[in-house]
């Protein structure tokens, strides 16, 4: 293979594997904010008892909190997290 | 005789992803059997691609 | 002789104007004219082996490869355009010979002259807008205790707040993106958009908002420039950037491709 080839087929296993783990964050972190989302639209509705509340809002501040962790553990930003889908837009709103 | 012309014209920094909007999806498009090639380029295409070669390309700390 | 490596015709722009000599193009090679038609077509020979069809697939998706040549093609198409009104070709655009070209120039010479006559005196000018990124309030102080009583029920006032100032923010930059639009275009002979920009080559400034061009008389780009300060101060929810002059590239195409 001519030099320049090599250079691109030529993955890094490390920052492969960064590459992946954004991946994988951008992903939690999609799923972290949808849920965000339904507990307050469920939160607004009214339908929920103050104890349910509190625990739903409990659980996704842990949440937030193991994400930032994680991002921290792997030296991930979070203004990484996020997906180009060219016309339309990034995954995630943008930070 | 005209002068040499400088390769780069005047003192504007041209930022790559501006200069990329418009040499990709502006100028006239000509197609037809008469080309030897187009290249419809996909700017999501090369964004996703470069990105990811970027990120794994080995690059020699002397450039 | 040299050995016969086997070329293309690689395709900048189209003029009416005499070119520049001694411009140097994508491969190096030296930029010349192919007449017709009272047009001249500028053009260069580029080797078949990075710059045919396959070759040209693979390359141009490499960014070091795709910035390299870009710049090239634009210092070109510069260099032309300061000459005179061009009509910028779209990157990549080979041909098999001169005589190809001549034909193009032939069967689209009212085309190339249409869009002559438009861009003559004009410059384009592309200006970009951000959300202008309002402080997130500072979270880490107003919470509660995590395991105090209603720190869940605290956080989600927290979240809510943050989701309905942003939609708020985002409500009146999409207003303001679209009255300065207006008031630029309106000083414009033409104005067009183009999709925002992709984040992993544009960078982190913000979320945009605006990407749009503007083809401005030349004796008014002092008078657009100045404007687009004003809607930079008028409007505090996002932010300007005025890029330019650029060879009128988004509105070169007459026809939708």
């Known amino acids: 293979m001519a030099d ?89 709103p943008e930070r | 005789m005209s002068e040499p012309v400088p390769a780069h014209l005047a003192d504007r920094q041209i930022a790559l992803v501006d200069l990329l909007d ?28 470069a990105l990811l070669s970027s990120v794994s390309a080995l690059r020699p700390a002397d450039g | 002789m040299t050995e016969a490596t086997p070329t293309g015709v690689w395709l900048y722009a189209v003029t009416r104007e005499p070119v520049p000599g001694e411009l140097t193009g994508v ?9 017709g038609h009272g047009l001249a077509a500028v053009v260069g020979d580029v080797p078949l082996g990075s710059f045919g069809e396959e070759a040209l697939r693979r390359n141009l998706e490499d960014l070091d490869w795709l910035s390299t040549v870009a710049r090239a093609h634009d210092a070109v198409i510069g260099a032309v ?49 951000y959300l202008d990124q309002q402080p997130e309030p500072d979270e880490s102080a107003a919470r509660a205790p995590a395991s105090g009583r209603g720190a869940g029920t605290a956080y989600l006032a927290r979240r809510r707040a943050a989701q309905t100032s942003r939609a708020e923010a985002e409500d009146r930059a999409r207003e303001q993106v679209i009255a300065v639009h207006n008031r630029l275009a309106a000083l414009a002979a033409d104005a067009c958009t183009h999709p925002p920009q992709s984040r992993a080559l544009a960078g982190h400034h913000g979320q945009m908002v605006l990407n749009a061009a503007y083809l401005v008389e030349e004796s008014a780009a002092r008078g657009f420039a100045a404007e687009v300060a004003r809607c930079d101060d008028e409007c505090a929810a996002i932010r300007l950037q005025l890029t330019g002059p650029w060879p009128p590239y988004s509105f070169a195409s007459l026809e939708e491709s």
């Not at chain 1, 659980?59 to 060219?86: I, K, Q, S, Y």
């Not at chain 2, 040499?23 to 691609?49: E, F, K, M, Q, Y």
Request: glycine share 8%; hydrophobic share 45%; charged share 30%.
């Open chain 3, 27 to 35: 491969a190096g090679e030296g930029v010349r004219v192919v007449e």
């Open chain 2, 22 to 49: 418009r040499v990709l999806a502006g100028g006239v498009v000509v197609t037809g059997n008469i080309t030897l090639s187009i290249a419809d380029v996909d700017l999501v295409h090369i964004s996703l691609r």
């Open chain 1, 4 to 92: 320049d080839e090599r250079r691109r087929f030529d993955a890094d296993p490390e920052a492969v594997e960064r590459s992946l783990v954004t991946l994988v964050l951008t992903v939690v972190e999609l799923l972290r904010q949808l849920m965000e989302k339904q507990a307050l639209r469920r939160v607004d509705s009214g339908d929920l008892s103050d104890e349910q509340v509190e625990a739903i809002g409990l659980t996704l501040m842990h949440l937030e909190d193991r994400m930032g962790e994680l991002c921290d553990h792997f030296g991930v930003a979070p203004e990484d997290l996020n997906l180009d889908l060219g016309p339309l837009g990034s995954l995630l």
């Open chain 3, 81 to 129: 355009v300061a000459r005179g009104p061009a009509v910028p070709i779209r990157l990549a655009t080979v041909y098999h010979d001169d005589d190809r070209v001549r034909a193009v120039l032939d069967e689209r010479h009212a085309e190339f002259a249409h869009t002559l006559d438009f861009v003559t005196g004009r410059t384009e000018w592309g200006v970009k807008a």
